[in-house]
DNA sequence: TATAGAAGTCAACATTCATTGACTTTTTGG
DNA sequence: CCAAAAAGTCAATGAATGTTGACTTCTATA
């Protein structure tokens, strides 16, 4: 019907952007409105308001289907595309909105849920193995952890490194979560 | 002088405790206030704004001396203040803190830069050899990602565990972390 | 006890925020 | 061409924020 779907995808981008940079709270609507060229009433008029607006722009953030496919493995998944500077910087968006927001009062349990049915429960069932959620636990942490470390905290000695270095870190990390079995023998002493 | 140093410790507790779990930005003074059962106006006359409390907290926030000494092994340190529930549910807290504020647009810079200074570049120099600077990177990125997917994500596979098989996960990719050793050769294959 | 200064209280301020309703413009359909 | 619906605009509202200044109460000292 409408033409207003022009609207609705400014509106989205521009959500997206803000609420990946900024975080939901730190967020206003009229920033919003005023990057996509767009009136503030709409934002309410077309998703209800800020709430619907954030859960428009999280149905898109989590879409990482070949990270699940049974074709491949997840660690080569990975490191490709943290390898690859160009994705590379799109994912570790996705990272630090998750980190941002995973502990919002308003939007916090809403990304945590999203989070796990769209990504980490797939991811589950692909490693698979046993203790795959000790182990995927711990694949997900690395990979939260470094993200953070690189972009966020830009420590040299991750964020100021050539490219296939960064990518030999996480391997290595990656690699030694997904090797990790905690059997009773206790393998490796502690 | 005066008796106001109870006031400043009430706000002081208040605020550490309001500014660790919900962030800079999503924390009010009036909160703050009732908390600590004290007047608002007093954090702008004791401290001089919202910024000023915020930084009065953040200096008790990198408190952890032993992680330096030259006399213990940080792995051990580390290692025996995630095992204890007690000393680890403060320390992920810390974490938790340095997590949502490191990207607040009003307050990361302050955070990133006291973090380093108080602890990472000490840290670096205490664990030495070479690549020290990767190493303390990944050795960052592995308690950031842990704590994260334990105490915020609260993925199953390290949240829902024995403290004794948290403690064995954390050695595990804490050991990874600081065995990392980027030669030419390529020693593990991929 | 009287008094100066600290400590604490209260109300108001200017801003910003999300949201709403009435209004105007544009596009569509007969 | 014209009515009806969609799309967009504008102003206002109520709530919440940090901050400020005037006021009152307490406390220590002379």
Chains 1, 2 share one sequence.
Do not use: C
Request: proline share 5%; glycine share 8%.
């Amino acid at each position: 019907m409408g033409n207003s779907d022009i609207t609705r995808a400014k509106l989205i981008a521009a959500a997206t952007q803000a609420f990946w940079e900024q975080g939901y709270s730190n967020t206003s609507l009229r920033r919003i409105a005023q990057v996509a060229s767009v009136d503030v009433a709409l934002i309410s008029r077309y998703f209800g308001g800020k709430l619907g607006l954030f859960k428009a722009t999280l149905t898109t953030a989590f879409d990482w289907p070949e990270l699940i496919s049974p074709d491949k493995d997840p660690v080569e998944v990975v490191i490709e595309k943290y390898a690859n500077p160009e994705s590379d910087a799109h994912q570790t968006s996705v990272i630090r909105m998750i980190v941002m927001n995973a502990n919002d009062p308003q939007v916090g349990e809403l990304v945590r849920q999203t989070l796990r049915h769209t990504v980490l429960d797939p991811l589950e069932a692909r490693i698979g193995g046993p203790q795959a959620s000790n182990r995927l636990a711990m694949f997900v942490a690395v990979l939260l952890g470094a993200s953070m470390v690189r972009q966020s905290l830009q420590l040299p000695g991750m964020a100021a490194v050539e490219p296939d270095v960064y990518a030999r870190q996480l391997r290595h990390l990656v690699e030694a979560a997904l090797h990790f079995d905690e059997g009773p023998g206790g393998r490796e002493q502690g």
